[in-house]
């Protein structure tokens, strides 16, 4: 059973289109709507949802960092190293210079988060099919 | 009659306290809930709750900006000189470095909004009763 379908619809902020800049960076389909590319503001805002088994790569920001708001739906965020956290609506997280990470959403439930992104990605490998159907929401 | 009373309860992210620290630079009451707050991260992010009739004193972000991303209730955004712009759920603020702007919620709406700020910020005299009063929602 598929949850929080009504995610796919988005959450307060359009969700966009698909996000075809980036499916090469993720597995499964993902949306991006940019709410600020401003060439005098050193962040980049956007919205992006995530359907049921999709994420993105692993990836670096250097010489910046992400925040993340989460809106919408469940998902999972992971620093390498460490073990992945569920992440639910009003959850924030903050990604660190230099720090390789990846989030997207739960095996069975859509995702939507507000990334406010600053520096330059570097995207690395996929998160492994092997890696991400291990996680498991903690009771 | 109150507008949008549902929000004064948080809309995904939680309302926080009773905005004592700014208090001085708003006429009514508004709350804060810190969202991201952090020594390597060049922006706070924070959600930000009025009450109906609440805003904020006209003031400048220098050597910075601010985002506003409109999550609930009906509010006003205003740059000196410019019409006083109308907002809602979805919609989203730029504003530059150096420019004088004011926000809050309508006289009869809760209002709520992330902020994303950078920089460091000048406040200045209020929004009169005046200026706020002959506010109008075009039809």
Same mark, same amino acid.
């Given at each position: 059973? $598929?949850?929080?379908?009504?995610?796919?619809?988005?959450?307060?902020?359009?969700?966009?289109?698909? &996000?075809?800049?980036?499916?090469?960076?993720?597995?499964?389909?993902?949306? +991006?709507?940019?709410?600020? &590319?401003?060439?005098?503001?050193?962040? &980049? =805002?956007?919205?992006? $949802?995530?359907?049921?088994?999709?994420?993105?790569?692993?990836?670096?920001?250097?010489?910046?960092?992400? +925040?993340? +708001? =989460?809106?919408?739906?469940?998902?999972?965020?992971?620093?390498?190293?460490?073990?992945?956290?569920? +992440?639910?609506?009003?959850?924030?997280?903050? $990604?660190?210079?230099?720090?390789?990470?990846?989030?997207?959403?739960?095996?069975?439930?859509?995702?939507?988060?507000?990334?406010?992104?600053?520096? $330059?990605?570097?995207?690395?490998?996929?998160?492994?099919?092997?890696?991400?159907?291990?996680?498991?929401?903690?009771?």
């Amino acid at each position: 059973m $598929t949850k929080n379908e009504a995610v796919k619809n988005g959450v307060i902020f359009p969700v966009g289109a698909k &996000n075809e800049a980036f499916q090469k960076y993720f597995i499964g389909q993902s949306y +991006l709507q940019g709410l600020v &590319n401003d060439p005098v503001v050193n962040v &980049n =805002v956007g919205n992006v $949802t995530f359907e049921p088994g999709c994420r993105n790569n692993w990836h670096i920001h250097h010489d910046g960092f992400q +925040l993340l +708001l =989460v809106t919408g739906g469940e998902g999972w965020y992971q620093e390498a190293g460490k073990p992945a956290r569920h +992440l639910v609506p009003g959850d924030v997280v903050v $990604t660190h210079d230099g720090v390789k990470h990846w989030h997207g959403a739960t095996k069975d439930s859509w995702f939507e988060h507000i990334a406010i992104t600053a520096g $330059t990605p570097e995207w690395l490998e996929p998160v492994s099919d092997a890696e991400y159907n291990q996680l498991e929401v903690e009771k």
